[in-house]
């Protein structure tokens, strides 16, 4: 798997370009990077990378929210800002332009507009949070409840080595509308559970994250003048579709669909849809 050096650390990543140096292509597919959520890794979108890798570059960074294998440095930054600077440094460094950035579950896509806008040429938003919704869910509050006491983090996550916790609606199941397979379950939380310095990384993720952080994020997403696509799951019940309204409402050229059969894991849930979506949205701006 490429990886890269970075200011925080060493950044993991795919690119379907494989036969280019460092990832860098040709310029002659469009360019498709996907951003995963809290806890997740590439993997979660291994689906549609599959749907669209016939007709579009597709690049997916495995960021430090969770999943990651390789810590980053004590002395990374490692709030929503911050990890959405790693995601403009890891543009910048891999030299991606004019990129349709989509984004899943977590909401660090939503801090690049205003910082990078010269590599972003479209947004697309599915499942996440947003606005006031932080933390969102049961799912979320548990998580940051858990991150503020000594050795609640290590405690909570042992839940997942249970694969009947993990389905209920109250974890992993509530965001989903078809259930997960608990070997990819497994994957995701390997990391967390089996290394201290990774859990360090979520931890300073979800303390340093605050309430009013995608509020000021919206702030700079209504002066994001570019073609935007809010995507929310049909049954999401963690991500609430009033949200989603709410995004492409000021997003100054947004458009919202929902994707049926699906929760907040649209990628998962229904990634033919999803592709479909993708696919008429970047047509429609070529």
């Known amino acids: 798997m490429p990886e890269i ?5 060493t ?14 292509g040709d310029g002659a597919r469009e360019t498709v990077v996907l951003v995963h959520g809290l806890a997740f890794d590439e993997s979660v979108w291994d689906a549609l990378v599959a749907e669209l890798r016939e007709d579009f570059r597709v690049v997916v960074p495995v960021l430090p929210l969770g999943s990651h294998r390789r810590p980053m440095r004590p002395s990374a930054d490692l709030s929503a ?4 600077d790693l995601l403009a440094e890891f543009l910048d460094r891999l030299d991606l332009r004019a990129v349709t950035l989509v984004q899943n579950d977590a909401g660090t896509a939503q801090l690049l507009p205003g910082v990078r806008d010269e590599r972003i040429a479209r947004l697309v938003l599915t499942s996440c949070e947003a606005l006031d919704n932080y933390p969102p869910g049961i799912q979320g509050r548990t998580l940051l409840a858990a991150s503020r006491v000594p050795g609640g983090l290590f405690l909570l996550l042992q839940s997942f080595r249970v694969p009947f916790l993990v389905s209920m609606r109250s974890s992993l199941g509530g965001m989903t509308a078809h259930g997960i397979p608990y070997g990819r379950v497994r994957r995701w939380y390997r990391p967390l559970l089996t290394d201290r310095a990774v859990r360090r990384d979520l931890a300073r993720f979800l303390r340093s994250t605050r309430k009013d952080t995608y509020l000021r ?7 994001f003048d570019r073609p ?3 995507a929310w799951g049909a049954e999401d019940r963690m991500m609430p579709h ?6 492409a409402e ?3 050229r947004g458009r919202y669909v929902e994707i049926p059969e699906a929760g907040t894991l649209v990628p998962m849930d229904n990634p033919a849809a999803l592709a479909q979506e993708l ?8």
Request: aromatic share 4%.
């Open 5 to 9: 050096e970075l200011s925080a650390g």
């Open 11 to 24: 950044i993991e990543y795919t690119d379907t370009d494989t036969d280019t140096d460092m990832g860098t």
């Open 81 to 84: 800002q911050g990890v959405a």
């Open 217 to 223: 994020a919206a702030e700079r997403l209504r002066h």
């Open 228 to 230: 935007a696509l809010v």
């Open 242 to 247: 009033k949200t989603g309204r709410r995004l």
């Open 250 to 252: 000021l997003l100054p």
């Open 279 to 286: 696919r008429r949205f970047v047509e429609a701006d070529a």
